[in-house]
């Protein structure tokens, strides 16, 4: 007696294979990006990010010559608070109406 199943599905990789093989072909991809491109490749063969940003001068420059920077910094303050404390409700009227009247401003 021979018994066949055609609904039999070959093994499915566990999400940390996955895991590794998406890593792995975005290493492939950046690589091949950065030969294309001509840009610098990892020293040493390593895939360790060396990625650095550095503003200049002019940034903080523009930061601090705004007239309402302290006030707006304090805002932001009080805002990432309330955030962080998980009491911010938002207004879903409000939010709308903001979305709409920018919307009708910007010409849409």
Do not use: C, H, W
Request: proline share 6%.
């Amino acid at each position: 007696m021979k018994i066949q199943n055609t609904n039999v599905q070959p093994p499915q990789p566990d999400a940390k294979t996955k895991a590794v093989e998406t890593q792995e072909a975005a290493k492939a991809a950046r690589a091949a990006y950065l030969e294309r491109s001509g840009g610098s490749k990892p020293v040493g063969g390593s895939s360790a990010s060396t990625d650095e940003v550095s503003l200049s001068s002019l940034s903080q420059q523009v930061r601090v010559n705004q007239p309402d920077a302290e006030e707006r910094e304090a805002k932001i303050g009080a805002l990432a608070a309330v955030v962080a404390s998980g009491s911010y409700e938002i207004d879903p009227l409000q939010l709308s109406r903001s979305i709409i009247a920018e919307s009708e401003q910007a010409g849409f």
